[in-house]
């Protein structure tokens, strides 16, 4: 009956496991860039925008300038200024880079070459971008008006490069130039609102009749930079690669945001410190779930034993179900450890006693605590990598082996007239599923 009891709880505690696939979780914007932009505002920004518009968007296009598709074709052939202007950018661009390299020290032309060969998609687009228009910002009276017919629906161009990028200033500078991707418009009856700019957009913006949300939502520019320390190893797999293939996905992410949940399992061996006269200890089994807002995390666990009591080796189990609690305190790129406590419950099962007639399975039950570390080599690392997750658009999931020290009490006094501590050591595997921010 205790170990029926048990695997109910084994199935609920694995589908609460799984459940985070089907939540949908605010996603926190914060900086769009290092480097190239400091996290304006929209307020801020409209103090210096030319211009600024109020809707949502119909539909965004990229064209590549390295891949003339029929696209591109259709597209010079409508606006063949804006996109005379656009070659004349990128090669421009081009040529001042290719001239910089050849000058470029060794070590910089290595990791300018590391970085582009590690990027999927790089090169020269423009962004074209349909809005409808609700409202057009007038700088003088600073306030929004309605929109003259012909501006009802309008076309923005934006340039951008993506790659790594190397300058000459005082000296010599490697740079990592991305592009933010804003998501298709959604299929709802309510469209996203947000204010475009020539060069960028805001966050949802669903209102302005309260102005002063124009002091809390963010501006993100299309075009992103930030620098790269030149002593940096030129290890191919920590670069940072490249926006998205398409335009299904939604944009770079700039860091991992303060919600987790982990789900994980650890195989093992226990040992035994105290009165055990009658058991050894055989195998450890551990699995669980965590939910982490930013260090702190909490959860349930459930911890098996399997001991080999001394009774002509008749096997024995210890089963235990606890609420774990604890604190992140060591969060690299691919390597996070933490410290934990758990408080619950466990009960102790032995075998029907050998040559001892109507012998059955006996059963105790005592309070379980316990506490320990764990280590984490978790990978990909997401900064820089698009929003791309398999689960809720802003979710990314992160997979690793774990290591995990801990000990727990173990109470049989009453049956196996034992007490003590049993440490244990695990390897197992963890997954972790992540908010995004950018």
């Not at 965004?60 to 591109?72: D, H, P, S």
Request: hydrophobic share 40%; proline share 5%.
């Amino acid at each position: 009956m205790m170990v029926r009891r048990l695997l109910l709880f084994l199935l609920f505690a694995v589908s609460l496991s799984f459940a985070g696939r089907y939540v949908t979780y605010n996603i926190v914007l914060s900086d769009s860039s290092v480097g190239f932009s400091q996290s304006q505002t929209v307020a801020q920004k409209l103090q210096t925008a030319p211009v600024a518009y109020y809707g949502s968007l119909i539909q965004r296009k990229y064209l590549q300038k390295e891949f003339y598709r029929a696209e591109n074709a259709e597209f010079e052939q409508k606006f063949p200024q804006v996109y005379k202007s656009f070659i004349g950018w990128s090669n421009y661009k081009q040529n001042r880079q290719n001239e910089l390299l050849s000058q470029a020290p060794p070590k910089f032309k290595q990791m300018f070459e590391y970085r582009y060969l590690a990027m999927d998609v790089k090169g020269f687009f423009l962004i074209h971008d349909e809005i409808r228009v609700d409202k057009v910002y007038d700088k003088v009276t600073k306030t929004w008006v309605n929109p003259k017919p012909e501006e009802v629906k309008k076309e923005l161009f934006s340039f951008a490069y993506v790659g790594p990028d190397i300058s000459q200033d005082s000296s010599w500078k490697i740079s990592q130039r991305m592009m933010v991707l804003l998501p298709n418009p959604e299929e709802q009856s309510i469209p996203v609102k947000r204010i475009f700019f020539m060069d960028g957009y805001s966050e949802e913006c669903y209102s302005l009749m309260d102005t002063s949300i124009l002091d809390k939502i963010h501006y993100l520019p299309h075009r992103l930079k930030y620098d790269v320390n030149p002593n940096a190893t030129l290890d191919v797999q920590e670069v940072a690669p490249a926006p998205v293939k398409n335009e299904n996905v939604g944009p770079v992410v700039k860091k991992e945001g303060g919600f987790r949940f982990n789900a994980f399992v650890d195989f093992g061996r226990p040992f035994l410190i105290g009165k055990f006269p009658d058991f050894d200890p055989v195998f450890y089994l551990g699995l669980g779930f965590n939910i982490y807002n930013r260090n702190i995390f909490w959860g349930m666990g459930v911890s098996i034993r399997s001991l080999d009591a001394k009774c002509d080796s008749c096997g024995t189990g210890d089963f235990g179900a606890h609420f774990e609690f604890g604190y992140l305190w060591l969060k690299t790129k691919y390597i996070e450890c933490g410290a934990w406590g758990n408080l619950g419950f466990s009960a102790i099962e032995v075998p029907p006693q050998k040559g001892v007639e109507d012998s059955d399975y006996q059963h105790e039950r005592y309070f379980r605590y316990g506490i320990g570390i764990y280590v984490d080599a978790l990978f990909p690392n997401l900064i820089g990598k698009p929003m791309n997750s398999f689960f809720e658009p802003g979710l990314g999931n992160r997979f690793g082996a774990r290591i995990k020290l801990g000990l727990q009490n173990m109470n049989v006094s009453d049956i196996g007239h034992a007490k003590g501590v049993s440490p244990f050591v695990s390897l197992g595997f963890t997954w972790h599923l992540i908010s995004l921010g950018k």
